[in-house]
């Protein structure tokens, strides 16, 4: 599991203070991107260095608490599952009390960038991501 923190701010909210429905896909996308970070394959690297990249092919997300301005939140990113070409990423969102606030759940396609053909998830990366699978399988993420 990886986990990401943020603080719920005036421009990802509705007229009513309350979190507006895309930012929280928003936000998900801003811890997928730490975890990547994380294990060694940043955009940054993903970009310049490397001749794959991972589109996100399926999102769905669900409210279940709202949040305001100001409020921090946790979020927690599980690998869900791993494929010859693809992952998929889960996530739960929590507010300050740890009550669950919302869930997400992203799939990404291994891509080779030139061709743009789904390719096998490389190997370097299969190991890193398989092994943060493995981790979560044990404690129940």
Do not use: W
């Not at 309350?18 to 801003?30: A, E, G, N, R």
């Not at 997300?61 to 301005?69: E, G, H």
């Not at 921090?72 to 739960?92: C, H, M, N, P, R």
């Amino acid at each position: 599991m990886y986990i990401y923190q943020t603080k719920i701010k005036l421009h990802e909210t509705d007229a009513a203070g309350i979190l507006f429905f895309s930012q929280q896909f928003k936000m998900v996308h801003d811890a997928y991107e730490g975890l990547l970070e994380k294990i060694g394959f940043g955009f940054p690297e993903l970009l310049k260095n490397k001749d794959f990249f991972l589109p996100i092919v399926h999102a769905e997300s669900d409210f279940k608490m709202p949040l305001f301005v100001g409020d921090l939140i946790e979020i927690q990113v599980f690998v869900a599952d791993v494929g010859q070409t693809s992952l998929t990423l889960s996530y739960k969102l929590f507010n300050l009390k740890q009550e669950l606030v919302g869930t997400a759940q992203t799939v990404h396609v291994t891509i080779n960038k030139i061709s743009r053909q789904k390719i096998p998830i490389p190997k370097e990366m299969r190991e890193k991501i398989e092994a943060i699978y493995r981790e979560d399988k044990i404690h129940g993420g």
